[in-house]
């Protein structure tokens, strides 16, 4: 019997023929990140455990970006443990401040993640390397220590929800809007425990960026991955960032699948989520006059740089509404220098929009832009829960860079024809 | 192992910003982070809450992030089980890895209250609702995941494992 990508992977990794649903399997991990709050507990564990050494040095990934630059004392302290830990097991992958970059938006970029690879990741986003062809997934602290010292996880192996996008999007719908949709059809537990495949004509034509923005929000629907076969896009992508081998699996043609939901996109608005939850989505023509204090353009969701420059298009030439702050987060050093490159720093900070470097900080309400009671961000991350960039009575909208730009310029959530026309 | 303690009952997608705000991360120590639990969905949680009382909630409970602060501070709150319709699938795991007990059965998370007297035998899957006078029976976790539990979580139950 055929079997999925996901499927594939994991058997690949577990050294059987076959998998299915169900089985429980002992799988070899390629990749295993931790960040500056997820990996001191590993760390402390792994210590704890009497471990000498890890597995393999060049596996292990360390990125301080969440509450990185330091924002207090105690997060300097974690982010030393981080650094000191990095360097006495001499982790070829520790990116300090200045070398670094949002994770997820960094991995990628850097070539650490490939097609075919499983990833593992204390950090429930590490799901967007599926947009590579990979298997990658969420996991826990004490997950990632046991992984530090034997380069092994267990998996249940998931079943597979095909998501089949067809049709002909409109300008400023995104792969944020699609993956907007499919949450707001779905739910936040839509997909839990499943394996979200996303694949139609619509993800052919999608470029990698937009591609790693829908499968970085696959857990937001609960899914244990989301996945894009590799094609094209892929190789051109990974051309000239992959240091080493990989493989392009395909799903099988009679490969078996839990459900499949079929999305005609052609009539899709950009979508905006209400708050608390990224499912309460609805295209912005209906989302009604809600004034707005805070835009925050990056994460990584959207921080990438084809996203600086969809927002760029808009805020050309044009001032950001006095009752609004714009903020504006490239999520990595190199995303940074391309947008200096580009022109585009010049197009935000004349806008009256302030950049900054690339850290985490407001999407998880960490420091450099939290939100006071009462205030309104529309936002490019991806979660709005409650008290997430602030106080608890704070709302956050979730849309697209181009939402965003237009809200920001407008003074209230607004759509992006408003301003520059379709 | 048999549990007892008053219900603190949640409804569906309880997320683990509600559970521990990511502003409380800047710390891994149960002590500290056992004190800001539930924070942003029941400010009175931690100043209610007594040693064994049980979370009852409805689906989807530990939604979001994979922080295992979430199981940590909890446990460190003094709530002795959780009990809920069903899990976010990173929680399941990390709360199974840092020894707190948790249960899925929808029934009982329906018909419970707000401070409510429950009794888990874990070992079997029996939770009792005495204030109710009502019995339930969910599906006890397998002998070696009781036995993490016991030991407190994945890391010490390997450690207990390897000194036997
Ligand atoms: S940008 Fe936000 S969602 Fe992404 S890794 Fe950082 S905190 Fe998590």
Request: aromatic share 6%.
């Amino acid at each position: 019997m055929g079997m999925t990508i996901t499927e594939k992977i994991l058997a690949a990794h577990s050294g059987a023929k076959n998998v299915c649903p169900g089985d429980i399997i002992n799988c070899r991990v390629d990749i295993l990140l931790g960040n500056d709050i997820t990996a001191p507990i590993s760390i402390e564990l792994f210590e704890k455990a009497g471990a000498k050494r890890v597995f393999n040095k060049e596996k292990i990934v360390f990125v301080p970006d969440h509450f990185a630059p330091n924002k207090d004392i105690q997060s300097a302290e974690q982010c030393k443990r981080l650094r000191e830990f990095s360097r006495k097991h001499k982790i070829i992958n520790y990116f300090e401040v200045g070398r670094m970059g949002i994770e997820h938006a960094l991995l990628p970029e850097m070539g650490i993640v490939l097609p075919g690879d499983l990833i593992i990741g204390a950090d429930s986003h590490t799901c967007t390397y599926g947009a590579l062809g990979a298997f990658s997934t969420g996991i826990g602290s004490t997950d990632l220590a046991a992984a530090m010292i034997n380069g092994k996880i267990w998996f249940k192996v998931p079943s597979t929800i095909k998501i089949n996008l067809y049709g002909k999007l409109n300008r400023w719908v995104s792969g944020k809007d699609l993956i907007l949709y499919i949450i707001g059809k779905i739910g936040v537990d839509g997909a839990n425990y499943r394996s979200m495949e996303f694949c139609g004509e619509v993800i052919k034509n999608l470029n990698m960026d937009n591609r790693l923005t829908i499968c970085n929000m696959a857990i937001e629907a609960g899914a244990k991955n989301g996945i894009i076969e590799p094609d094209k896009e892929t190789l051109n992508y990974i051309k000239k960032k992959a240091r080493r081998k990989y493989k392009m699996y395909k799903s099988d043609s009679d490969a078996k699948y839990e459900e499949i939901l079929e999305f005609n996109c052609s009539r899709l608005e950009p979508q905006v989520s209400l708050p608390h939850s990224p499912e309460n989505a609805q295209p912005v023509s209906e989302v009604g006059n809600i004034k707005i204090d805070q835009v925050v353009i990056g994460s990584c969701t959207n921080g990438r740089i084809t996203d600086l420059i969809e927002a760029a298009k808009i805020l050309k030439g044009k001032k950001v509404n006095p009752n609004v702050r714009l903020l504006v987060f490239p999520a990595t050093q190199a995303v940074y220098k391309e947008a200096l490159k580009k022109g585009l720093i010049d197009i935000f900070i004349d806008a009256e929009g302030v950049v900054s470097t690339p850290t985490c900080g407001p999407c998880l309400g960490g420091h450099m832009g939290v939100l006071a009671e009462g205030e309104r961000a529309v936002a490019t991350t991806n979660r709005n829960f409650v008290g997430r960039m602030g106080h608890t009575k704070s709302e956050i909208y979730l849309a697209s860079p181009a939402v965003a730009a237009a809200s920001a310029i407008m003074g209230r959530i607004a759509s992006p024809e408003e301003v520059v026309g379709k | 192992m048999k549990l007892r303690g008053n219900v603190f009952k949640y409804g569906d997608n309880i997320n683990t910003d509600e559970i521990i705000p990511a502003r409380y991360l800047n710390t891994s120590d149960p002590k500290i982070l056992g004190k800001y639990c539930m924070e942003d969905i029941d400010r009175d949680f931690t100043k209610k809450v007594r040693h064994g009382d049980i979370i009852v909630a409805g689906r989807n409970f530990g939604c979001g992030s994979s922080r295992e602060h979430a199981p940590i501070a909890i446990k460190a709150a003094g709530v002795s089980c959780v009990i809920a319709k069903s899990y976010a699938r990173i929680f399941y795991r990390n709360s199974i890895n840092t020894g707190l007990p948790i249960l899925e059965c929808s029934e009982a998370a329906d018909e419970a209250e707000m401070a409510d007297k429950f009794e888990v035998d874990l070992d079997r899957g029996i939770i009792k609702n005495l204030t109710k006078c009502k019995t339930y029976k969910s599906q006890p976790f397998p002998k070696f995941v009781q036995g993490i539990i016991r030991a407190g979580g994945l890391m010490k139950w390997v450690k207990a494992g390897e000194r036997e």
